[in-house]
């Protein structure tokens, strides 16, 4: 008996219902939540537009998963069940924030080299204790569990609807999604959106080998995220110089 590599467009997921249809064709399903985060990302009154625009999208999403008669879990939002189901998981997280990192730092060489300082990121000011606190709560919030579960899950399955039954459906969803994530991370410059979209681009090859489940990039995810945004505050605040590390 073979096992179906998670990659393919056969692959089972134990955690779908067997009644998947909806009269909301995958396409439109996309459309919406795409449409849901670009208004609310530019409603004027709105300080932080991108984690608001991310929370609106995930009830949306959710809304739709009712309409399926299914939920989050159908996605990959569910708990290990057994001690070794959990060693695995942290396992995973690991190689989260390994390939994270890694990508980014061969990001940062070769598109410097190629766009010098065109390449370089602009991030939210964490120069003061305040505001890292802040930008903390957001990472845990809607930067890791809000983009991983729209990214991830939702972009990623509902992809593979959209492209059929292709061996390597999958695949061509992860490429997908994460391009999409490289471009809602535009307000980060053109090295910004490269960088970010290779790191989805991971996260999203990385969801797969955990068998799609979304806790381990929601923890690597967080996890990435504190560890730059800590370095970024430590370098405002004089605390270290080290140059490259956010």
């Not at 249809?21 to 009154?45: D, K, N, Y």
């Not at 997908?176 to 809602?184: H, M, N």
């Not at 489940?213 to 270290?240: C, D, K, M, R």
Request: some cysteine; hydrophobic content about 55%; proline content about 4%.
């Amino acid at each position: 008996m073979t096992m179906t590599p998670p990659w393919t467009a056969d692959a089972v997921d134990p955690a779908q219902p067997a009644q998947r249809r909806t009269h909301v064709p995958a396409w439109a399903e996309i459309l919406l939540v795409i449409a849901t985060f670009w208004i609310v990302g530019e409603i004027p009154w709105i300080e932080y537009t991108g984690p608001v625009a991310l929370i609106a999208s995930v009830l949306v999403i959710t809304v739709l998963l009712r309409r399926r008669g299914t939920g989050w879990s159908s996605l990959g939002l569910r708990g290990p069940q057994t001690a070794r189901n959990a060693l695995q998981g942290a396992g995973m997280v690991v190689l989260v924030f390994l390939g994270a990192a890694l990508t980014n730092a061969i990001s940062m060489v070769v598109l410097g080299s190629l766009l010098g300082a065109e390449a370089e990121r602009e991030f939210m000011d964490v120069s003061t204790f305040p505001k890292y606190l802040l930008m903390m709560g957001i990472v845990w919030t809607t930067a890791s569990f809000c983009e991983e579960m729209v990214f991830r899950g939702f972009l990623m399955h509902r992809a593979v609807e959209m492209f059929g039954s292709r061996r390597f459906a999958w695949i061509l969803a992860a490429l997908f999604q994460a391009v999409l994530f490289g471009l809602v991370h535009a307000y980060q410059g053109i090295g910004g959106i490269l960088t970010t979209g290779l790191i989805g681009l991971s996260f999203g090859l990385l969801y797969l080998v955990a068998r799609r489940n979304l806790w381990p990039t929601i923890i690597g995810h967080g996890l990435v995220n504190t560890f730059g945004i800590t370095v970024l505050h430590l370098q405002a605040i004089g605390a270290i110089n080290t140059s490259g590390l956010g």
